[in-house]
T-cell receptor, first 113, second 111 residues
Framework: DVKVTQSSRYLVKRTGEKVFLECVQD?????MFWYRQDPGLGLRLIYF???????EKGDIPEGYSVSREKKERFSLILESASTNQTSMYLC????????????FGSGTRLTVV | GESVGLHLPTLSVQEGDNSIINCAYS??????FIWYKQESGKGPQFIID?????DKRQGQRVTVLLNKTVKHLSLQIAATQPGDSAVYFC??????????FGTGTQLKVEL
């Protein structure tokens, strides 16, 4: 089975801190994605990557950056955490091309205080 | 851009009844559709998918129906069980490799 592993299930950070969320997949997938999930808003795409060192902005990239130095790892960075970034963060990976579903990690619930 | 909407935020069914969860999409060029199940505290899990050249696909206790004419997708769960309680999302292909997700329907199974 494809495994997408997010390093933390729960995180509590202070306003202004730099936060790193890590995601690793073990099936050599080309594509990786970061979403945030909020009640009533569904899944919103933050950033995605189709290849190593490649990144593209999603629908809500403000306040976030990403890093993909290795194919299996996609990191989400909150440069200066704010309370409105309190959310569930989901990482996903997929094969390239249309017609492939995503495999999701278990999520990281981030609280910014 | 693509938009995906689910018709009901919450659906309550009795154990043993059939459940139907609906989804509407806007992009007539979408050609791949997926249903995900998300249990509390977990990431979404793949349930079943369907391509645009089909109008029905069956899995174990689940059936997905696709009506491209009205851009409507539904998930049917037969003999709903307590373990089916979760949030269900539809997802459709938009542009490139990306999926667009609906906001989810919370399925509650009453004993």
């Amino acid at each position: 089975d494809v495994k997408v592993t997010q390093s933390s299930r729960y995180l509590v950070k202070r306003t202004g801190e730099k936060v790193f969320l890590e995601c690793v997949q073990d099936m050599d997938h080309e594509n990786m994605f970061w979403y945030r999930q909020d009640p009533g808003l569904g899944l919103r795409l933050i950033y995605f990557s189709y290849d190593v060192k490649m990144k593209e902005k999603g629908d809500i990239p403000e306040g976030y950056s990403v890093s993909r130095e290795k194919k299996e790892r996609f990191s989400l960075i909150l440069e200066s955490a704010s309370t409105n970034q309190t959310s569930m963060y989901l990482c996903a990976s997929s094969e390239p091309g249309q017609g492939y579903g995503y495999t999701f990690g278990s999520g990281t619930r981030l609280t910014v205080v | 851009g693509e938009s995906v909407g689910l018709h009901l935020p919450t659906l309550s069914v009795q154990e043993g009844d059939n459940s139907i969860i609906n989804c509407a999409y806007s992009n007539s060029a979408s050609d791949y559709f997926i249903w995900y199940k998300q249990e509390s505290g977990k990431g979404p899990q793949f349930i079943i998918d369907i391509r645009s050249n089909m109008d029905k696909r069956q899995g174990q206790r689940v059936t997905v129906l696709l009506n491209k004419t009205v851009k409507h997708l539904s998930l049917q769960i037969a003999a709903t069980q307590p373990g089916d309680s979760a949030v269900y999302f539809c997802a459709v292909t938009g542009g490139g490799n990306k999926l667009t997700f609906g906001t989810g329907t919370q399925l509650k199974v009453e004993l």
